[in-house]
């Protein structure tokens, strides 16, 4: 069975930096889009980033452009996201979420998401 | 951005009842609306996508209607292993949105 595992949460200050990493199973990691969408405490889920299937094209909630940054290591079967100058507003758990349809993002849902890691901001 | 409301906030049901979960949307999404389930501590599993297409291995017990702005999750036969959020989310245009979750108490 297919599955995602999140890792590199964790307590920081404000502005500081994590690294999130999610691994992914199977063969065909690198045939589909993957994002990261997070769920602040009390809070509805938000969608944060997404990146192409090969890595070349991403895109960001306003709220990440320019603090967040996306990338993947197909060869490694891996998804990240890069936060910098982070805020008590991005406690959350971020969950990596992977799209149902090869290709774009677009018009696209999520089919497989995995349990979250926690980032807590805080001084 | 595209506002999802959900209602009811919280829904309490006895088992065997039937579960209805409406989501709103601030405008059309045509039928690109997925509805999600999380129970507590697990990840979010995908139910529904295209406002109607069950995911795989989803009992025919879960359903998803609706099109435009207005849709309807419902669960029939509510069992014990029902109690989760249920979340609805638009991947029409971006950014996609969720809705803020319709808890089900059994």
């Known amino acids: 069975e297919v599955q995602l595992l999140e890792s590199g949460g964790g307590l920081v200050q404000p502005g500081g930096s994590l690294r999130l990493s999610c691994v992914g199973s199977?063969?065909?990691?690198?045939?589909?889009?993957m994002s990261w969408v997070r769920q602040a405490p009390g809070k509805g889920m938000q969608w944060v980033s997404h990146?192409?299937?090969?890595?070349?094209?991403?895109d960001y909630a306003d709220s990440a452009k320019g603090r967040f940054t996306i990338s993947r290591d197909n060869s490694k079967n891996t998804l990240y996201l890069q936060m910098n100058s982070l805020r008590a507003d991005d406690t959350a758990v971020y969950h990596c979420?992977?799209?149902?349809?090869?290709?774009?993002?677009?018009?696209?849902?999520?089919?497989?998401w995995g349990q979250g890691t926690l980032v807590s901001v805080s001084s | 951005d595209i506002v999802l409301t959900q209602s009811p906030a919280t829904l309490s049901l006895s088992p065997g009842g039937s579960a209805t979960l409406s989501c709103r949307a601030s405008q059309t999404v045509s039928s690109y609306l997925a509805w999600y389930q999380q129970k507590p501590g697990q990840a979010p599993r995908l139910l529904v996508y295209?406002?109607?297409s069950r995911a795989t291995g989803i009992p025919d017990r879960f359903s998803g209607s609706g099109s435009g702005t207005d849709f309807t999750f419902t669960i029939s036969r509510v069992e014990p292993e029902d109690i989760a959020v249920y979340h609805c989310?638009?991947?029409?245009?971006?950014?996609?949105?969720f809705g803020q979750g319709t808890k089900l108490e059994i």
């Open positions: 199977g063969s065909t990691f690198s045939t589909y889009a």
């Open positions: 990146i192409s299937g090969s890595g070349g094209s991403t």
């Open positions: 295209g406002a109607s």
């Open positions: 979420a992977k799209l149902a349809l090869r290709g774009s993002w677009y018009n696209n849902w999520f089919d497989l």
């Open positions: 989310q638009q991947y029409a245009t971006p950014p996609y949105t």
